[in-house]
C-alpha cells in the first residue's frame, strides 16, 4: 500500500521505518511546523502533577526546573514514552483520547492533592484545565508551543502524489486536517481521493474534510497507526 504520513520528520521516522519494513510505500508531508515558546521564568515548584496531551509540549519541557519525581499524565504511549527518555520517573498514562486522560486524572489525583500544571500548545482540541476547573481543581495552562502551516510548491512531489494516490491518508489533528484540506484544494488533487482511506485522531479533525470524497473514514487514537492497517 502507498501511505503519507503529515506529522513533522522527527516525530514520523519510527513510523515511516515501521510501515518500510512491512512492505509499504510511503510519502511524507509534513504539514505543520512546530515553534517553540519561550517561558524561561517559569517556575514550576507550586505543582504536584505535570499533564501532557502532547509529546510536542515535553519536547520543548525545562526539563531542568522539574523534579525528575513529579506526577506525570500523559496521553498515548508515545507521549508517555518522550517523558521517560526525559528521566521523569512517575508516569500514569491515559491510552486513547483526551477524554480517557480527564478520568486517569480524576482517578489519580485528588482535588486536596494539591495543583495541576497544563503543558500544552497554543492550540488545543479540548480545553482541559477549564473542565478540570469545574471539577474543581486547581489547575494552570502553560503554553509552550505554536504550531505554523506549511505551505508547499514541490511540484515534483505533487506530480509524483497525483501519479499514485495514496491508500492510505494519517492525519493528527484539527491543525493538520485545515492545512492538509488546503494542500489538496491548491495542488488541484481535490477529486482525486476516492479510493483513499482517511485516518484521523479526533472527530473535529475528520469533519474538517468531509467535503471530500473518501473510501472511508476512520478515527484513531495515538499508537494505533500499525493496527490501522489491518482494518481496511
Known amino acids: 500500500m502507498h501511505i503519507l504520513l503529515t506529522r513533522p520528520l522527527e516525530d514520523s521516522l519510527i513510523t515511516i521505518k515501521k510501515f518500510k519494513d512491512l512492505g509499504h510505500d510511503v510519502s511524507h508531508l509534513p504539514l505543520l511546523k512546530i515553534e517553540k515558546i519561550e517561558n524561561n521564568d517559569f517556575a514550576y515548584d507550586p505543582y504536584e502533577a505535570l499533564i501532557f496531551s502532547s509529546s510536542n509540549s515535553i519536547k520543548f519541557l525545562d526539563k531542568r526546573k522539574i523534579d525528575k519525581n513529579i506526577k506525570c499524565f500523559t496521553v498515548g504511549s508515545a507521549t508517555e514514552k518522550k517523558i521517560l527518555s526525559l528521566g521523569f520517573q512517575n508516569t500514569i498514562p491515559a491510552e486513547g483520547s483526551v477524554n480517557s486522560l ?131
Open 102 to 232: 480527564l478520568e486517569i486524572i480524576q482517578n489519580n489525583h485528588n482535588i486536596t492533592d494539591g495543583k495541576l500544571l497544563y503543558v500544552s500548545g497554543e492550540t488545543i482540541s479540548y480545553e482541559l484545565d477549564q473542565d478540570l476547573k469545574k471539577k474543581g481543581y486547581d489547575i494552570d495552562r502553560l503554553i509552550n508551543y505554536k504550531t505554523i502551516h506549511n505551505t508547499f510548491d514541490d511540484k515534483d512531489f505533487i506530480k509524483n502524489l497525483k501519479k499514485k494516490i495514496p491508500d492510505i491518508v494519517y492525519i493528527y489533528s484539527e491543525n493538520s486536517a485545515k492545512s492538509f484540506f488546503n494542500f489538496i484544494k491548491n495542488s488541484g488533487l481535490k477529486d482525486d481521493w476516492m479510493n483513499t482511506n482517511l485516518m484521523c485522531m479526533g472527530e473535529k479533525a475528520s469533519s474538517i474534510l468531509n467535503d471530500i470524497k473518501w473510501k472511508k473514514i476512520f478515527l484513531f487514537n495515538p499508537g494505533e497507526e500499525e493496527f490501522l492497517l489491518y482494518k481496511i
